[in-house]
């Protein structure tokens, strides 16, 4: 989680935060474990903690630091613009990459391109790789917005923007409980 690592960098204890930014000490444990949503913190929460972490909102509720989770992202749409739908869809299956993510637990990653694959192989009427059904039967637990829409969400103290997500999601990667809804939209 961001937060320890910060923590663990700046050598400094839950305590000290607690006591240094003003936020109790049983939210600052809570939000450390995990116990509480970071993502559903209040706005001054976060500023405290950001403050004397030297830190900014958007790296605290980033999803966590194995490449950020927006970068994955962002990287693999650059790669279908670069490439094209039907040499990614072939570059994809050939690599199964989908299935290397997938064991190694990295399960976001993995629903991510089999979305993809599926949201590519949809809009170019072709038919589905059944090489990934027992993965297509799964889905991540936690519904996984893009940070922009946390933010949203973090700043108007409301759950709108994320319903709003969630409405105008591209079907493939909504049914993996991922929330995308432009993956050509890309500079």
Same mark, same amino acid.
Request: aromatic letters at 8%; a positive charge.
């Given at each position: 989680?961001?937060?320890? +690592?910060?923590?663990?960098?700046?050598? @400094?204890?839950?305590? &000290?935060?607690?006591?240094?930014?003003?936020?109790?000490?049983?939210? *600052?444990?809570?939000? #450390?474990? $995990? &116990?509480?949503?970071?993502?559903?913190?209040? *706005?001054?929460?976060?500023?405290?903690?950001?403050?004397?972490?030297?830190?900014?909102?958007?790296?605290?509720?980033?999803?966590? +630091?194995?490449? =950020? /989770?927006?970068?994955?992202?962002?990287?693999?749409?650059?790669?279908?613009?670069?490439?094209?739908?039907?040499?990614?869809?072939? &570059?994809?299956?050939?690599?199964?990459?989908?299935?290397?993510? !997938?064991? @190694?637990?990295? !399960?976001?990653?993995? !629903?991510?391109?089999?979305?993809?694959?599926?949201?590519?192989?949809?809009?170019?009427?072709?038919?589905? #790789?059944?090489?990934?059904?027992?993965?297509?039967?799964? =889905?991540?637990?936690?519904? *996984?917005?893009?940070? $922009?829409?946390?933010?949203?969400?973090? *700043?108007?103290?409301?759950?709108?923007?994320?319903?709003?997500? /969630?409405?105008?999601?591209?079907?493939?990667?909504?049914? /993996?409980?991922?929330?995308?809804?432009?993956?050509?939209?890309?500079?």
């Amino acid at each position: 989680m961001v937060i320890n +690592n910060l923590l663990a960098k700046k050598k @400094m204890s839950k305590n &000290k935060l607690s006591k240094l930014s003003g936020v109790p000490l049983t939210t *600052v444990v809570d939000i #450390c474990s $995990g &116990k509480s949503d970071i993502n559903k913190c209040s *706005v001054e929460t976060l500023l405290k903690i950001t403050r004397v972490l030297n830190t900014t909102i958007e790296s605290l509720v980033s999803v966590d +630091n194995r490449t =950020a /989770f927006e970068t994955f992202k962002s990287h693999t749409c650059h790669e279908v613009k670069r490439m094209g739908d039907i040499p990614y869809i072939i &570059k994809t299956i050939e690599s199964d990459e989908i299935r290397e993510y !997938y064991d @190694m637990g990295w !399960y976001r990653e993995c !629903y991510y391109l089999l979305a993809m694959l599926d949201y590519l192989c949809r809009v170019n009427e072709l038919l589905y #790789c059944d090489e990934y059904n027992d993965i297509r039967n799964k =889905a991540l637990k936690n519904t *996984v917005y893009p940070s $922009g829409t946390i933010l949203r969400s973090i *700043v108007a103290r409301s759950d709108q923007p994320k319903i709003d997500s /969630f409405t105008n999601a591209i079907p493939e990667f909504r049914r /993996f409980n991922i929330i995308e809804s432009d993956v050509r939209n890309v500079c």
